[in-house]
């Protein structure tokens, strides 16, 4: 009896500790948007992004136009979509200190944004 209990247990501890890991690791998720319109934007949590500290993060990006795409770039960044393609994408990034831009590249004098890291 005590032998299972002690099995029981042990599982239990593994199982804690594996979600414990897998939580820590996962990084943070910044969503990009472009079109249908004219319109670009970045944001976590619903927030337009203006700072983030150093580190790894997700970008998931809706690009929703054939005339658009979302291009990132900064220090040791360069991402884009499509401009021929409506598609969603998911990129893992390392942003570093610095600032970064994304824009639609047919239409960067109107669909731009910026950020810093630090």
């Given at each position: 009896?005590?032998?299972?209990?002690?099995?029981?247990l042990?599982?239990?501890?593994v199982?804690?500790?594996?979600a414990?890991?897998?939580?820590?690791?996962?990084?943070?998720?910044l969503?990009?948007?472009?079109?249908?319109?004219?319109?670009?934007?970045?944001?976590?949590?619903?927030?337009?992004?203006?700072?983030?500290?150093?580190?790894?993060?997700?970008?998931?990006?809706?690009?929703?136009?054939?005339?658009?795409?979302?291009?990132?770039?900064?220090?040791?960044?360069?991402?884009?979509?499509?401009?021929?393609?409506?598609?969603?994408?998911?990129?893992?990034?390392?942003?570093?200190?610095?600032?970064?831009?994304?824009?639609?590249?047919?239409?960067?004098?109107?669909?731009?944004?910026?950020?810093?890291?630090?």
């Amino acid at each position: 009896m005590n032998r299972i209990r002690i099995t029981a247990l042990a599982a239990l501890v593994v199982l804690v500790v594996a979600a414990a890991a897998q939580a820590k690791t996962a990084a943070p998720v910044l969503n990009g948007t472009v079109g249908p319109g004219f319109t670009i934007t970045l944001t976590q949590n619903g927030k337009p992004v203006k700072t983030l500290k150093a580190g790894t993060y997700t970008i998931k990006v809706a690009d929703k136009s054939p005339i658009h795409n979302f291009h990132l770039t900064g220090p040791g960044v360069n991402k884009l979509t499509s401009v021929s393609a409506v598609s969603n994408v998911s990129w893992t990034v390392t942003l570093k200190k610095g600032t970064y831009k994304y824009v639609c590249d047919p239409h960067k004098t109107i669909m731009h944004g910026s950020f810093t890291v630090s």
